[in-house]
């Protein structure tokens, strides 16, 4: 039962960053939307640069890491020890 709770909150922790990054990103182009225009035109961001597959997966990986042993050790924490 640890290990099922472990992954949930594992991928609860992905879930959560995917929505804190669509935010956060919504958030900088709605800051820079008034002040991107220059004589030559828009300057912007390329979001298709970061969008390489391995490092995706690694990130994806660590955040999917780091929420599964929170929730783990905390679990594991609690568990009764056998007695002396």
């Known amino acids: ?3 099922l709770k472990s992954i949930v ?3 609860l922790a992905v879930i959560a960053a995917a929505i804190l990054l669509v935010i956060v990103v919504a958030v900088g182009f709605w800051a820079k939307s ?3 225009q220059t004589e030559t035109g828009s300057l912007g961001w390329d979001p298709i640069a970061l969008a390489k ?3 995706w997966l ?3 990986l ?3 890491l780091v929420g ?4 783990f050790f905390r679990a594991y924490s609690k568990w009764p020890t056998p007695p002396d």
């Open 9 to 11: 909150a594992g991928l």
């Open 58 to 60: 690694v990130v994806v």
């Open 1 to 3: 039962m640890i290990y």
């Open 34 to 36: 008034d002040s991107s």
């Open 68 to 71: 599964f042993f929170w929730e």
């Open 62 to 64: 660590g955040i999917f």
């Open 53 to 55: 597959p391995f490092t």
